[in-house]
């Protein structure tokens, strides 16, 4: 398997994983509580994977390469969070810091884009996409900050916990943040995959064009 063919997979393993956590993190009332978090589990360990085989695909200590590994690192981390039966605070402790991971991976990631000679169009949908799921994880992040300070006090005033920490609304920052993150990544697997036209892989294109004109 060719880097760029590594890279694509990756990073449709990683948009896919995202769009499946969008869906978990989503209060559908067509689906079970369990059933979702079975969804955000998945789609935490696909992006995970995914972020794995992208860092692959890159230098190694390249700030590329580090910031993949940082957000693969978040995923593992909110996956232990969600799954390990630890006490309620600190799996949110865990999710909150994995999310805090993923954010801060994604700006490292920014780095090598910004120092492109000459950027093109796939470049400023790196760029987007990247700082959308920036964006995302860190409304996640302070999502789950809000729902431990609830959590908090109800335990010291004594208030009964129901144990649902989203109250079914869609405009809660953990959903509006989930596909956030999501719409990022399908942006970053564009930008991977490449418009033709002005491709990071695109050479190959011009190449085989020319190739058939001669």
């Known amino acids: 398997m060719s880097k760029e063919t590594k890279a694509i997979f990756g990073a449709s393993v990683t948009a896919v994983g995202t769009v499946i956590a969008a869906v ?7 689906l079970s509580k369990p059933f979702r978090l079975d969804l955000s589990v998945i789609g935490n360990v696909m992006q995970g994977v995914g972020n794995g085989i992208e860092a692959d695909t890159q230098e190694p200590f390249s700030l590329g390469r580090i910031g993949n590994e940082i957000q693969s690192l978040g995923n593992s981390t909110v996956v232990a969070g969600l799954i390990i039966n630890f006490d309620d605070e600190t799996k ?3 999710v909150i810091t994995g999310n805090w991971f993923q954010a801060l991976g994604g700006t490292v990631a920014l780095g090598p884009e ?38 908090r006090i109800q335990k010291k005033l004594q208030y009964p916990d129901d144990g649902d920490d989203d109250d079914g609304s869609f405009r809660t920052f953990d959903v509006v943040g989930s596909w ?34 001669t």
Request: overall charge negative; charged content about 20%; hydrophobic content about 35%.
């Open 24 to 30: 978990g993190a989503t209060p559908f009332r067509v």
């Open 92 to 94: 949110q402790k865990l």
């Open 114 to 151: 910004f120092s492109e000679p000459d950027p093109d169009l796939n470049d400023g949908l790196s760029i987007i996409g990247n700082i959308l799921q920036v964006t995302g994880n860190s409304l996640q992040a302070i999502n789950g900050i809000e729902n431990l300070k609830k959590s």
């Open 180 to 213: 956030i993150q999501a719409t990022g990544a399908v942006i970053s697997l564009i930008s991977t995959i490449g418009i033709p036209e002005c491709s990071r892989f695109g050479y190959l294109v011009k190449e085989d064009d020319s190739e058939d004109s």
